[in-house]
């Protein structure tokens, strides 16, 4: 059984910073692409960041975050972090992070999603 467990979302003001990490745990052979995604009232859920695994990471971003927000990750606690920046009032969203991995009980990936984290942007 694998779990993705996303902590850091809150309410900050216009300008300020927030972290995001989620986890993944389980039984688990490999973790592939880690991302964050983000949902809006109203809207379709985006991808906000991406970050491959191997010898040579890769990191993308949304154009509306470039610049302000950071993805990395630390295989050895297979978690990834998401440092949000100069956040404004268009970043509030539901943050949900997903992981393309392989359980022990598989040999291929499959897509695992988290159960969300609210970040509010608001003065």
């Known amino acids: 059984q694998v779990q993705l467990v996303e902590s850091g979302g809150g309410l900050v003001q216009p300008g300020g910073s927030l972290t995001l990490s989620c986890t993944a745990s389980g039984n688990i052979r490999r973790i592939n692409t880690m991302a964050w995604y983000r949902q809006a009232p109203g809207k379709q859920r985006e991808l906000v960041a991406e970050i491959t695994s191997g010898g040579s990471i890769n990191t993308n971003y949304a154009d509306s975050v470039k610049g302000r927000f950071t993805i990395s990750r630390d295989n050895a606690k297979n978690t990834v972090y998401l440092q949000m920046n100069s956040l404004k009032p268009e970043d509030t969203a539901v943050y949900y992070c997903?992981?393309?991995?392989?359980?022990?009980?598989?040999?291929?990936?499959?897509?695992?999603w988290g159960q969300g984290t609210q970040v509010t942007v608001s003065s």
């Open positions: 997903n992981a393309e991995l392989t359980p022990t009980s598989a040999t291929w990936y499959f897509n695992y």
